[in-house]
Each structure stands twice: as C-alpha cells, then as structure tokens.
C-alpha cells in the first residue's frame, strides 16, 4: 500500500472550480506510474461512488456521468501528483472526497472495492 495525502479543499461558490491534488510523499519515485489512481466523494449517510480515474498503463480515464465535462483528472508523474480539476461546481457535490490507488495499471475501474492504498478525505464545500 502506499501512503496518499489529498490537497486543495475547501469552500467555492456554486459554479466555481478548485482543483484537488493527491501525493504520495512516502512513495519511491516510480512508485505511482504502476498505480491506476482514482477519485471518489463520500457524502454523510450515503455510499462512496467513483468520481473519475485515471489509469497507469496508458493513462486513459474515465468519469462518472454525473461530472462528465466538468471535472478533468491528470497527473504529474515527476512530481508523484495526480489532480482533479472541477468546474461548474455544484451545491450537492459538498461531500468528502477521497484520493485512492490500486497497482493494477491496466484496471481503469470506478468501484472503491477494486482499490487498495487510500487518503484520509479533504472536505469541499460548495456554498453561496
């Protein structure tokens, strides 16, 4: 498993942007080029759902339909860092969203069982 630290919460107003970054400071440097990475949110009382991923092998991606053409996900494997850029927040997107990675480079899967090494959460609030 590999230690994951998320960045960049915090509170927008309905239609703004704020991009999340994921690290793994305890990490090797190519540790993370052979993990798929993901993104999920977790709002109180409901299930963790899949937000977008990106994965290791090819970088290929892919987005749950709720934020299809609003939230891009990427990485930057120099500095062992992979981003989610949102746009056109909305005010039901406020729960707790989580970096996750699995080792698995080929396996581009939206479904938090298939991943092994998780962040603590960082809260985005979206709120006029």
């Known amino acids: 498993q590999v230690q994951l630290v998320e960045s960049g919460g915090g509170l927008v107003r309905p239609g703004g942007s704020l991009r999340l970054a994921c690290t793994a400071p305890?990490?090797?440097?190519?540790?993370?080029?052979?993990?798929?990475m993901g993104w999920f949110r977790q709002a109180p009382g409901k299930r963790r759902e899949g937000v977008s991923c990106?994965?290791?092998?090819?970088?290929?991606?892919s987005y749950a339909d709720s934020v299809k053409g609003r939230f891009t996900i990427y990485r930057d494997k120099a500095k062992k860092t992979v981003y989610l850029q949102m746009n056109s927040l909305k005010p039901e997107e406020t729960p707790v969203y989580y970096c996750a990675g699995h080792p698995r480079p080929e396996l581009l899967s939206l479904n938090p069982v298939d991943f092994t090494s998780w962040g603590q959460g960082i809260q985005v609030t979206v709120s006029s």
């Open positions: 305890t990490a090797s440097e190519f540790t993370l080029d052979y993990y798929t």
């Open positions: 990106i994965s290791a092998s090819d970088g290929l991606t």
